[in-house]
DNA sequence: CTGAAAGCGCTTACAG
DNA sequence: CTGAAAGCGCTTACAG
């Protein structure tokens, strides 16, 4: 048998149907793996997959999900590929769905609240199964909408009133890089508090949790924090180094980072100050972790979340509820001060 | 008019048809938007559209695309999102992509033939227009693959010989790294070279380049580089750390490293000897840049790599040819030795 | 052990 | 200005 039928049409089961001279009905079985169950002999089962092979048959997937009730698609909307916390997810993300049988579809959408709900307005029209809302900025509005076309949503990241969340204990982890903090400072540069806190919003869920961890741990040493302490002049690097800039004078040389985007910016702008200064973040970064003046960096827990992610799809949950999984905190360059 | 029919199945054409009192082939016409071509009236579009919008009614592409010719489905396929580089491809793929209309599917390999030949039978089922193969392990496998069902490819990154590539021009960048490192090294350590170089796998096409201007720059000074400063492990952290412990020596204390991910295993390696050494890069990561040993790091051009990449997509080029794109060299901590 | 037939939700000539 | 009808390539009861 030799591959035939180059011209523009590719092979549909019809072709394979005439040149084993069997039904379509039959070719559609055996290539679906049904064949045992329809009784097909093993004999037709072969010629049809030597057939579909030398071919070069690929199902058309459109026509097999128009005809089917379910789309095995997931997607995902995340804010960034390039930065190594939602990298990590968009790869997890891709390989559990893989390794279920579903086809994962990841959009990133930039936080920028209409190209999330472009993307999934997208996804619906693609009538996927699921839909992961990772820290969507309006994670409720992306939950409706799929409401309406009856796909289930999952908050990842953020979490949204309407639908179940999973998330990172960020309070606690911001507790404990606050306490890690405080100590090395005092330690390591006689300061003893209270720290600068740098980036996020304040409206955002996770700054806003992150924030009271901070709060809590200093009055916990009894440590007040005057509201110039509380820098939250948004993530990105550049707003970072204007707002440090902006400051009458560095309040305090140990320094809470809220995300590595922003510690781009923290870091370019102490370097240039010629001052001892000492600093914790959260989230991971392997090369941020190689800095001499980072004392500890939270890691959040990429994979039990996305473990939860889909016991949440396999599940039926879709009412709100929110799951918090515990961060790690990885404590750097302990030795330094000796 | 009020959201109905809430039950289960979702709005099709015929729903809004009956509700808007048309015929289904009217109303595709107005969603389609070639409604003034057929000279529907303003009037029933309208009608037609707040139909459509109350009913939050979503087409279903399945059904659309097994009808049409051209699926605007553009496929990608990247060895990870983990990376700054390949993180900042994706994003930028993407947005590129639904600039012109078209629909990015992007899937992760991980660096395995297998999986890079499975993600293209995934795309191909998709009936994707195209495929962009970025750093594949083998292009020209999938570019055969994909060439059997009608689809174009364009590989990225990394060339193959039977489609169209873009890469960088990594052996300018190379030769201008190594004279950079080479002039650190002799500046602030008093180090006239040969350099080590470490990373990459000596069969994969790009190292090959940059070993290739490594040692031409090498040349030009009239050095000569022993095998043993070539140390091409691979590209894994772990397998560039295990590889420096086993030699006898550290054979020069200024170092060529080829890329990110090689970078993490050679920066704790050398944390841990307690000796003054210099790294340059061939990469870029905005924290690796800041790491005071750090004398400078290749950038590729991601922009215009897929700027070129568009336009090999949109024009109708198939046979092999190879686009090299420059490269900036980021040079850094160039004050340090004052 | 196997096939004929209906139908998934669209698009698009074709015929007014 | 508009509709009836065919057909894209599958899947799946149903009927042997």
Redesign the pocket.
Same mark, same amino acid.
């Given at each position: 048998m030799t591959r035939q039928d180059t011209s523009g %049409?590719? /092979? /549909?089961?019809?072709d394979l149907a005439r040149l084993v001279d069997? #039904?379509?009905?039959?070719v559609?079985?055996v $290539? =679906?793996g /049904?064949w045992e169950k329809? %009784?097909?002999?093993r004999k $037709?089962a072969d010629r049809v997959l030597e057939a579909a092979d030398t071919q070069g048959?690929a199902? =058309?997937i459109q026509? #097999?999900l $128009?005809?089917?009730?379910t789309s095995h698609i997931v997607g995902m909307i995340i804010p960034k590929y390039d930065n190594r916390y939602f990298g990590a997810i968009a790869e997890q993300f891709e390989a559990r769905a893989r390794e279920r049988g579903l086809f994962p579809v990841i959009t990133c959408t930039q936080r920028d609240p209409d190209l999330e709900l472009a993307a999934a307005r997208e996804l619906i029209a693609y009538r996927a199964d699921c839909l992961v809302s990772t820290g969507a900025t309006n994670p409720d509005r992306v939950t409706e909408l799929c409401a309406a076309a009856g796909i289930r949503t999952v908050n990842l990241d953020l979490p949204g009133s309407d639908a179940p969340s999973v998330i990172s204990d960020n309070e606690a982890a911001a507790r404990d890089l606050t306490n890690l903090i405080l100590d090395r400072g005092r330690d390591e540069l006689g300061w003893n508090g209270p720290l600068l806190f740098v980036g996020g919003r304040a409206s955002d869920h996770n700054t806003g949790a992150r924030l009271r961890g901070f709060l809590e741990a200093h009055h916990a040493r009894g440590l007040a924090v005057p509201d110039e302490n509380v820098v939250t002049c948004g993530y990105a690097a550049a707003k970072a180094e204007q707002a440090l800039g902006n400051l009458a004078s560095l309040t305090s040389p140990a320094i809470f980072v809220n995300s590595t985007i922003t510690l781009e910016g923290v870091v370019r702008w102490l370097d240039k100050q010629d001052k001892q200064y000492r600093f914790g973040c959260f989230d991971w970064d392997p090369f941020a972790a190689l800095l001499k003046e980072n004392v500890g960096m939270v890691q959040q827990d990429v994979d039990a979340m996305l473990d939860e992610t889909f016991e949440v799809i396999e599940s039926d949950d879709r009412g709100a509820s929110v799951k918090r999984i515990a961060c790690r905190l990885n404590v750097l360059n302990a030795g330094i001060s000796d």
């Open positions: %049409r590719r /092979t /549909t089961i019809y069997a #039904s379509p009905s039959a559609s079985a $290539l =679906n /049904t329809r %009784r097909i002999s $037709l048959y199902r =058309n026509a #097999s $128009l005809r089917r009730e």
